[in-house]
């Protein structure tokens, strides 16, 4: 099946309509025909040209996207979504947040929310040194099992440039997995942040009141 004027019409067509779920599920039924039909790069490079004025929460990648690409497909598609949400999906565990970090279409990626994916800290690593994600602004780990080592891969992730906010709810941190996180750079662009739900001590905050840097939060959740 080719990619026609046609099809290039009709995606247009959806693009200049108003953003919402019609609309959004016409770009993403045409995007799958322009995957199957040769992935023209002009195709791909104008819906993301228009895509950019949609909230990101408008364009979250459809559920049978991710659980193709959990599934070892390829899934060029995926390049329009703006987020993922894999809440009340089948746990990724490690491997899957290693499929994620490794996927070279979520170069868009804004929003990444992973709770409740038995993730613990090698796919913390993987997520962290992810060539793909580094415009990901907001990122959902709650639930997980990051630990201390995960804290700090997440903490000196220097490839995920964009991160603004991060939630770790729930994430067995304790006051050493607070310290690694808090006295990392992480925190000189990090502007909200998620810790409750860890059985955190008052020690493990004192990394806040140690650190020379410049600090960035704006917003802090402890309970």
Not at 34 to 54: I, V
Not at 115 to 143: C, F, M, T, W, Y
Not at 196 to 221: I, W
């Amino acid at each position: 099946m080719s990619w026609t004027p046609d099809d290039f019409g009709d995606l247009r067509s959806a693009l200049h309509a108003p953003p919402g779920e019609e609309s959004w599920a016409r770009v993403c039924a045409l995007m799958e025909r322009w995957a199957a039909g040769g992935e023209d790069e002009r195709a791909l490079d104008y819906a993301l040209s228009h895509l950019g004025r949609w909230p990101q929460d408008q364009r979250l990648a459809p559920r049978a996207w991710v659980e193709r690409l959990m599934g070892g497909a390829r899934v060029p598609e995926l390049a329009v979504a703006g987020s993922v949400d894999a809440t009340g999906q089948h746990p990724m565990e490690d491997v899957g947040a290693e499929v994620l970090a490794e996927a070279s279409a979520l170069g868009a990626l804004r929003t990444l929310k992973l709770p409740r994916q038995k993730i613990g800290a090698r796919g913390a690593r993987a997520l962290a040194r992810s060539e793909h994600l580094a415009a990901v602004e907001e990122l959902d780990l709650s639930a997980n099992e990051l630990g201390v080592a995960g804290a700090r891969a997440l903490g000196y992730a220097d490839r995920l440039d964009g991160l603004r906010a991060l939630n770790v709810h729930h994430n067995q941190l304790d006051g050493q997995g607070a310290s690694a996180l808090l006295g990392a750079p992480l925190m000189a662009r990090l502007e909200r942040l998620v810790l409750s739900g860890n059985p955190l001590s008052p020690g493990g905050l004192d990394a806040l009141g140690r650190r020379e840097a410049p600090l960035a939060l704006e917003h802090l959740s402890l309970n």
